[in-house]
């Protein structure tokens, strides 16, 4: 990998980060209503680590999508201190708008969170 494409993966995180954020801060204010922008800003790192991690570990395949979007999920729950089924609606929503935010953005490059 060369320089200019480290710099540019790196941007393109930093901007993944700043719109995953944005996105989870009115999701969640919309459902949770009790949110700040902080915690929806520690939602999108774990999220980001999680994806990471996953096809780190996993590979670009099914399982790695599975394993990664239970995992994020499990911080979602934890962080908002939402039930189950409350915190997967806010994931897919939150996924959803992420979906069509990046492919707008030209930012697509693997499932999940931008």
């Given at each position: 990998?060369?320089?200019?494409q480290l710099d540019n993966s790196a941007v393109i ?27 929806a800003f520690v939602t999108a790192v774990i999220g ?67």
């Amino acid at each position: 990998m060369t320089s200019l494409q480290l710099d540019n993966s790196a941007v393109i995180f930093v901007i993944g980060l700043v719109i995953s954020t944005i996105i989870i801060f009115i999701v969640t204010k919309l459902f949770r209503g009790r949110t700040n922008i902080g915690k929806a800003f520690v939602t999108a790192v774990i999220g980001a680590l999680v994806w990471v991690v996953a096809y780190r570990l996993l590979g670009h395949g099914l399982l790695a999508i599975v394993i990664g979007g239970i995992a994020w999920l499990l911080a979602l729950k934890g962080l908002y201190g939402l039930s189950w089924t409350r915190a997967a609606i806010i994931a897919v929503i939150i996924w959803i708008v992420s979906y069509f935010v990046s492919v707008a953005l030209g930012l697509r490059t693997a499932p999940g969170p931008l």
